[in-house]
C-alpha cells in the first residue's frame, strides 16, 4: 500500500515536472532553474522510495539471494535453470542468446531475490542444456543452506572441467 501511494506521488511529481518544463520553455532562466531543481528532487524521491520499497519486502535477516555464474561455457549450452528450496519451486528461467553471452564473459545474473525462514534448507538446482557433442543434458546441483539474521548470498556456477571434458554445476554460500 504505502508503495502504491509512492508510486502515486512520483506520478504526480511527473505530471508537474512536464507541467514545468512546457512552461519553463515560454519563460525565463529563473523558472528553467526551478524545474531543474524539481528534476532532480523527483529524482531523489524515486531513489529513497526504491531503496524503502527493497527494506520494506526483504528485510535483511530473511533476505535470501542466489545468483548464477558460468566459467569458459563450451562444454555446456544453457538452455534454463530451475531452483527449489526445501521441495517447493521458487524460480525457472529461459536463457536468450545475449543472457548466455553477457555470462560467458563473466557476468553474474540474480536469479532469486526473497525471504527465507531462518534454520536449515535444502536447495536443489536443475540445469538443462546441450552438453558436450551437443546432446540433450540434465544435470543437478545441492546444497545444504543454513539461514541465519544475516542476509544469505548462494552462488550458483557452471564449470568446465577439461580433464573430463564434462560440465561441473557447483554451489557455495557467499560468506
Do not use: C
Amino acid at each position: 500500500m504505502l508503495f502504491n501511494n509512492g508510486k502515486y506521488i512520483v506520478t504526480i511529481l511527473l505530471s508537474l515536472f512536464l507541467s514545468a518544463t512546457i512552461i519553463a520553455e515560454e519563460k525565463s532562466p529563473a523558472l528553467e532553474k526551478q524545474v531543474q531543481d524539481l528534476k532532480k528532487e523527483v529524482l531523489d524521491l524515486n531513489k529513497e522510495l526504491f531503496i524503502l520499497e527493497e527494506d520494506l519486502l526483504f528485510p535483511a535477516n530473511t533476505q535470501f539471494s542466489i545468483f548464477l555464474s558460468m566459467d569458459i561455457g563450451e562444454l555446456f549450452d544453457l538452455d534454463s535453470v530451475q531452483i527449489e528450496v526445501d521441495g517447493k519451486n521458487i524460480a525457472n528461467h529461459l536463457y536468450t542468446e545475449r543472457e548466455i553471452r553477457a555470462l560467458k564473459r563473466g557476468g553474474v545474473q540474480r536469479i532469486y531475490l526473497g525471504n527465507i525462514a531462518s534454520g536449515k534448507h535444502e536447495l536443489i538446482a536443475f540445469f538443462t542444456g546441450k552438453g558436450p557433442s551437443k546432446r540433450d543434458y540434465k544435470r543437478g546441483t545441492t546444497i545444504e543452506i543454513e539461514k541465519t539474521s544475516s542476509p544469505l548470498f548462494v552462488e550458483l556456477k557452471i564449470i568446465d572441467n577439461l580433464s573430463k571434458h564434462q560440465p561441473e554445476f557447483k554451489s557455495k554460500v557467499w560468506e
